[in-house]
């Protein structure tokens, strides 16, 4: 497969994913581009929950979503107990936190000089990513 073609089936799994936690009403949702600075992906995708209940029903959706589409996740850590979990996707990792966890944390920060996409929290679906991204 050449690079142009893996960087579109990355993005259309990205948007897959973002859309399954919007389904769950996720909230304060970023994607950050860290392609060019890691090793390890291609893009993080970072969402909050308001309790552990919520953030593990945006887990489930994830999964489910992805799983009607063929795609399996390479690990998943946390989804008991509720306040982060990680989901690795191989080309993108999803963090799905408890508000306070998440607060506490700040791994954005950590990336702030990488491209990002603010999903506002009224948001429904979104279509494509954007330039740049």
Same mark, same amino acid.
């Given at each position: 497969?050449?690079?142009r073609?893996?960087?579109?089936?990355?993005?259309?799994?990205?948007?897959?994913?973002?859309?399954?936690?919007?389904?769950?009403?996720?909230?304060?949702?970023? &994607?950050?581009?860290?392609?060019?600075?890691?090793?390890?992906?291609?893009?993080?995708?970072?969402?909050?929950?308001?309790?552990?209940?919520?953030?593990?029903?945006?887990?489930?959706?994830?999964?489910?979503?992805?799983?009607?589409?063929? &795609?399996?996740?390479?690990?998943?850590?946390?989804?008991?107990?509720?306040?982060?979990?990680?989901?690795?996707y191989?080309?993108?990792?999803?963090?799905?936190?408890?508000?306070?966890?998440?607060?506490?944390?700040? &791994?954005?920060?950590?990336?702030?000089?990488?491209?990002?996409?603010?999903?506002?929290?009224?948001?429904?679906? &979104?279509?494509?990513?954007?330039?740049?991204?």
């Amino acid at each position: 497969m050449d690079k142009r073609k893996a960087d579109a089936d990355t993005k259309k799994r990205v948007v897959l994913c973002v859309n399954a936690a919007l389904e769950k009403k996720a909230t304060n949702l970023i &994607i950050l581009k860290v392609k060019e600075v890691s090793s390890v992906t291609d893009y993080f995708i970072i969402c909050s929950g308001s309790s552990d209940r919520q953030v593990q029903a945006v887990a489930a959706s994830i999964q489910e979503t992805l799983k009607k589409a063929g &795609i399996a996740p390479l690990g998943v850590e946390g989804e008991n107990i509720g306040k982060w979990v990680l989901m690795d996707y191989g080309d993108f990792i999803v963090h799905i936190f408890y508000d306070p966890t998440r607060q506490f944390y700040e &791994i954005e920060r950590l990336w702030s000089e990488v491209p990002q996409m603010a999903i506002a929290d009224d948001t429904i679906k &979104i279509k494509a990513l954007k330039r740049g991204m």
